[in-house]
């Protein structure tokens, strides 16, 4: 059995895709192949399986690696990638695909995996194809092992907040919620060499010993286990949160965080649309 993934990661893109791809990758049996692009801030470094780098986002360079490999299993976790590409590379390959999805786009799969908890596989209809596997919901929904050998532990909460907006935070959040929080909280922040902004936020926290940057870190689930309040993006981060029963506050910083961010909030947990100094205040003070 050999799996080739597609997916990729950058400063722009973020690092989301790669990281549940390698949690996905762990139940596969047989070799595993990852095929991303050289984009900058990319986290191939990280990823502990051979690595094809691609030229571009092209489906017949991907349709020739897929021959040369003689590839079984194809998984896609790509927005750049439509449900004609995946007919394309279909046609011509034979290739099994499954392929990821968070915002119930149309896809040309043999498995459908929308694994967040908001998943809800009857808003499919008519975007798959009929014999399609919908793989949809909690059941399905990725953990890192990190987070189940962290939770048996017990750990003393050394930080008041947690702040992690994404290993790459393009918009920069970090920084504006580390400005308003009370200057007297013990505050762990998370990102990574990724963030175009870390030079920013390294500045930043040089005379403030009471924030802590952890970057590029292997104890996040550790970190978590020890903040009172995390506030996080409405993205795979809070499947985490919620599995550490870590209370949060979840801002939305991009569009494909809609469904997460609706469902949270119809479940009333505290939310944000967008970044807002006054509403986030008022979230955090009714902690």
């Known amino acids: 059995m050999r799996t080739l993934i597609r997916s990729d990661s950058s400063s722009t893109i973020g690092l989301g895709h790669i990281m549940r791809d390698l ?4 139940s596969f049996e047989g070799e595993v192949i990852f095929a991303c692009q050289n984009l900058e801030g ?3 470094t990280s990823i502990p399986y051979e690595v094809k780098i691609l030229n571009s986002n092209d489906a017949d360079e991907l349709i020739a690696l897929i021959k ?3 590839v079984n299993l194809l998984v896609i976790d790509h927005y750049g990638i439509d449900a004609p590409f995946e007919q394309k590379v279909k046609k011509a390959t034979g290739v099994k695909i499954l392929s990821f999805d968070d915002t119930y786009q149309a896809h040309h799969c043999d498995i459908l995996l929308n694994h967040n908890i908001s998943a809800d596989k009857k808003r499919y209809k008519g975007l798959v194809p009929p014999r399609c596997e919908l793989r949809c919901g909690i059941l399905y929904t990725l953990i890192r092992d990190e987070f189940k050998d962290e939770k048996k532990q017990t750990r003393e909460k050394i930080y008041d907040v947690l702040v992690a907006m994404g ?3 393009a918009s920069n959040i970090t920084l504006d919620i580390l400005k ?3 200057k007297s909280l013990h505050v762990s922040v998370l990102t990574t060499s990724a963030n175009a902004h ?3 936020l390294q500045t930043y926290v040089t005379d403030k010993p009471n924030i802590a940057l952890h970057v590029n870190s292997n104890e996040v689930a550790k970190l978590l286990h020890q903040s009172r309040l995390a506030i996080v993006t ?4 809070v499947h985490e949160v919620l599995f550490m029963e870590v209370p949060f506050i979840a801002i939305k910083v991009a569009s494909n965080q809609d ?6 909030q119809k479940q009333e947990y505290p939310v944000l649309k967008e970044w807002d100094a006054s509403l986030f205040m008022q979230l955090y003070n009714a902690q």
């Open 68 to 70: 040369s490999l003689h």
């Open 259 to 264: 469904d997460m961010f609706a469902y949270l």
């Open 23 to 26: 949690v996905l990758a762990k």
């Open 180 to 182: 308003i929080l009370p």
């Open 234 to 237: 409405p993205s795979v981060m």
């Open 198 to 200: 870390l030079s920013e």
């Open 42 to 44: 990319n986290i191939i």
């Open 167 to 169: 290993g790459t935070d």
